[in-house]
Each structure stands twice: as structure tokens, then as C-alpha cells.
């Protein structure tokens, strides 16, 4: 049987460092190609990466979740905290060979306690109008579409979920 398991990890550790480089390949690549018709290119995904090393999801404001499917690295989600009562929810990704098998949900509800862990009352998060399927995971998932709380210049949708009690 073949099972999804969900634990915290550094995010400098090499799975961590090899689920941010496919998640950035992937989300970047869409990009490019939507809007420029190429691909991102070698130096600037180097770049790129090198200079989101994701520090802010480290203990103690903040978690990256990482996902094993049948004990492999398969998925990730970070939370960091914005304030005392807020969280962002971030770098969710399942590599897309597994997705469809409920790993994304898991993901983001382990999200949700990490950040509830943290102390926050909410969490928010921005996405891609490109990113189809992360939009309808959040909708689904109970996330609502609100104003923008950052200025990210690739961020055109913004979602919340509040925490009961």
C-alpha cells in the first residue's frame, strides 16, 4: 500500500533544496512560456533559486512541510508567520507524477496546524492566475479570494482562511 507521510524539515536540507528547484523549474518555465514562449533559462533559474533559499520557513516563525510518497521526496509547503495572528502559506507543490492522489491536501492541512502551531488565527497566501489547479485547490480546500496583502509582482490572486476558535 502506498501512503503519503508529512514531516517537518530545514529548508536547506537536500530534499527541501531538490522539491524548491522542481517546484521553481516548473512555476517559472509556466511563466516564461505563457508570456515570453521560452522557457527560463539556466542562470537565471540558478539565480533565482539561490536567492529565495526560503530561511523564512525555518523554526521558530516559520515550517517547511515536506511530503514522502512511499518514503520519497514528493512535495512540499512552507508557512511563515506575518504577524503574531497571521501566517503566509507558500511553496506548495506536489511533483506532478503524484498528483491527483491527494497529497496536496495534506499538504496544505498540515500547513494550516503548523501555522496554527505558530500561533496564527488566519492564513493567506498569493498565486498565479496561470496556476489553475492551485486556485481550485484552495477554493475547494475553503480558502476565500480577498484583497492583495503583498505587492509580489507575479501575485493576481489572494486567498484567506480563518481558524475557528
Known amino acids: 500500500m502506498t501512503s503519503w507521510t508529512i514531516t517537518p524539515e530545514h529548508p536547506g536540507s537536500p530534499a527541501a533544496l531538490a522539491l524548491w528547484r522542481a517546484y521553481y523549474t516548473e512555476v517559472s518555465d509556466r511563466w516564461y512560456l505563457l508570456h515570453?514562449?521560452?522557457r527560463t533559462g539556466p542562470a537565471e533559474l540558478?539565480?533565482?533559486i539561490a536567492a529565495r533559499p526560503g530561511t523564512e520557513l525555518a523554526p521558530p516563525t516559520g515550517r517547511l512541510l515536506i511530503a514522502r510518497y512511499d518514503g520519497e521526496p514528493?512535495?512540499?509547503a512552507g508557512v511563515r508567520l506575518l504577524?503574531?495572528?497571521?501566517a503566509e502559506l507558500t511553496r506548495v507543490f506536489v511533483h506532478e507524477r503524484l498528483r491527483g492522489r491527494g497529497g496536496a491536501a495534506l499538504l496544505v492541512a498540515a500547513a494550516e496546524d503548523a501555522?496554527?502551531?505558530l500561533g496564527a488565527g488566519r492564513i493567506l497566501l498569493d498565486t498565479r492566475t496561470d496556476l489553475v489547479e492551485a486556485r481550485a485547490l484552495y477554493a475547494r480546500l475553503g480558502y476565500t479570494e480577498t484583497a492583495p496583502h503583498n505587492d509580489d509582482a507575479y501575485a493576481e490572486h489572494w486567498f484567506r482562511k480563518d481558524f475557528a476558535g
Do not use: Y
Request: charge should be negative; proline fraction near 6%; avoid cysteine.
Open 36 to 38: 515570453e514562449g521560452r
Open 74 to 76: 514528493a512535495g512540499s
Open 46 to 48: 540558478e539565480r533565482e
Open 115 to 117: 501555522a496554527r502551531a
Open 83 to 86: 504577524d503574531p495572528a497571521t
